[in-house]
């Protein structure tokens, strides 16, 4: 399982772009990267997954580069309820899911 | 997406007794379960994985005789955490997979233990 690294918090104006960067130098070959948010006393919930370039979905987009030593996650125009804590999770599809530490986003109104 | 629905969402004992959190895939069929353990402030700690029919494979450090699992059947897991002491007092909470891939993992809403 390749580490990943993230900061730990982050805070962002209502109606911002928001951009979480995770790095994981040691990602393997048969590995995705994949992100999850989490509010306060709930389970994760899926938000996007990715292997390389670029992948958007309604909620999010996810920018890998050639290297995939690290990945970014763009949050449009973030609203109070984007507040959580976001993990990056890099893997190969058969491995179970191991969480880091994760980076809470606060958005301010 | 597939839901997993955790039972109870919070649950207060006394030291201990045992108390039993369910797991349930409601509209798919789970080949395999996790359990995790969440602490406040900090991240999600995998305890064990559960493949239904086998006994389940735990973490390191993780007492597979204090933490019963139990995977009867491709919709329903079952944490038994035994002669529950104050530390144990946690978040728990489960997910499921098809076993498709990374993405295809569904979370419960969790179980808030509190051991008194």
């Known amino acids: 399982l390749a580490k990943t690294t993230q900061p730990i918090s982050m805070d962002s104006y209502e109606g911002q772009e928001v951009n979480i960067t995770c790095s994981h130098n040691?990602?393997?070959?048969?590995?995705?990267i994949t992100w999850y948010q989490q509010f306060p006393s709930q389970g994760p919930r899926f938000i996007i997954q990715?292997?390389?370039t670029k992948v958007t979905n309604e909620v999010a987009s996810l920018f890998i580069p050639a290297d995939r030593k690290s990945s970014t996650l763009s949050l449009p125009r973030v609203s109070l309820s984007d507040t959580a804590v976001y993990y990056c999770?890099?893997?190969?599809?058969?491995?179970?899911?191991?969480f880091g530490t994760g980076t809470r986003l606060t958005i301010i109104p | 997406g597939a839901v997993v629905s955790q039972h109870p969402s919070r649950v207060i004992c006394k030291s201990g007794t045992s108390v039993k959190i369910e797991c349930r895939s409601l509209?798919?069929?789970?080949?395999?379960m996790f359990w995790y353990r969440q602490f406040p402030k900090q991240s999600l700690m995998l305890m064990a994985t559960?493949?239904?029919?086998?006994?389940?494979?735990?973490e390191q450090g993780v007492e597979k005789d204090k933490f019963l699992i139990n995977h009867a059947s491709l919709t329903l897991s079952t944490l038994t955490v035994t002669s529950a002491h104050p530390e144990d007092s946690s978040f728990y909470i489960c997910?499921?997979?098809?076993?498709?891939?990374?993405?295809?993992?569904?979370f419960g809403q969790g179980t808030r233990l509190t051991v008194v």
């Open positions: 997910s499921a997979t098809v076993g498709r891939g990374v993405d295809e993992a569904f």
């Open positions: 040691n990602i393997a070959t048969n590995d995705y």
């Open positions: 990715g292997y390389k």
């Open positions: 999770l890099v893997g190969d599809r058969n491995e179970k899911l191991t």
């Open positions: 509209d798919f069929q789970a080949t395999t």
């Open positions: 559960s493949n239904e029919g086998s006994k389940a494979t735990y």
